[in-house]
Antibody, heavy 121, light 113 residues
Framework: EVHLLESGGGLVQPGGSLRLSCAAS????????VIWVRQAPGKGLEWVSG????????SYADSVKGRFTISRDSSKNTLYLQMSSLRAEDTAVYYC??????????????WGQGTLVTVSS | DIVMTQSPDSLAVSLGERATINCKSS????????????LAWYQQKPGQPPKLLIY???ARESGVPDRFSGSGSGTDFTLTISSLQADDVAVYYC?????????FGQGTKVAIK
């Protein structure tokens, strides 16, 4: 059974940094692209960043480009999101999600339960 | 970037009646090489992550009831719930995965009338 477990969320001050992790199990992690999607309180879904199966290709939403860095460690079956220069508008539940293929042009087939990031002084 | 726009923002339908949600993309998500539309639909219930319902615009995910169907091509797509059940109360999102960023629509909230 596919399982994605996010961690690392919490309260951080504006301008601060945080690193999210997503531990994957139940599938061969190195075969699939994985992404981060966020959802601000009471709002819709926003695609944040993605990384291909090999890690050789990454992509970012304009809203986070230059501030967030996505990476993966296939030896640990873990996805990361390093977030810096955080703003109030980054406050959201951050979901880790698996794509159906190793590349970006494929649908999301599994989601984690999410971790809440709150940016506030 | 591709922008996805859903309509309506919300709708209320009687149990057993049809619910229809529309999704429009700012540019075509049909890839001519394989003739596939890179469009998915998700269902999200309160306090839960989204769940995949439809991919390739019309392919139903395994385990999804057949009252859910997707149609459309190019820039205009529709999710239809043929006979609304109480368990279908949720927010529904379309998403294009043709090119990054894989934008979502703003969501459509479905309620029981």
């Amino acid at each position: 059974e596919v399982h994605l477990l996010e961690s690392g969320g919490g309260l951080v001050q504006p301008g601060g940094s945080l690193r999210l992790s997503c531990a994957a199990s139940g599938f061969t992690f190195s075969n699939y692209a994985v992404i981060w999607v966020r959802q601000a309180p009471g709002k819709g879904l926003e695609w944040v960043s993605g990384i291909s199966n090999t890690g050789g290709s990454t992509s970012y939403a304009d809203s986070v480009k230059g501030r967030f860095t996505i990476s993966r460690d296939s030896s640990k079956n873990t996805l990361y999101l390093q977030m810096s220069s955080l703003r109030a508008e980054d406050t959201a539940v951050y979901y880790c999600a698996k794509l159906r293929e190793g590349y970006f042009s494929s649908t999301i087939d599994y989601w984690g339960q999410g971790t809440l990031v709150t940016v506030s002084s | 970037d591709i922008v996805m726009t859903q309509s309506p923002d919300s709708l209320a339908v009687s149990l057993g009646e049809r619910a229809t949600i529309n999704c429009k993309s700012s540019q075509s998500v049909l890839y001519g090489f394989n003739n596939k539309n890179y469009l998915a639909w998700y269902q999200q219930k309160p306090g839960q992550p989204p769940k995949l319902l439809i991919y390739w615009a019309s392919a139903r995910e395994s385990g999804v009831p057949d009252r859910f169907s997707g149609s459309g091509s190019g820039t205009d797509f529709t999710l239809t719930i043929s006979s609304l059940q109480a368990d279908d109360v949720a927010v529904y999102y379309c998403q294009q995965y043709y090119t990054t960023p894989h934008a979502f629509g703003q969501g459509t909230k479905v309620a029981i009338k």
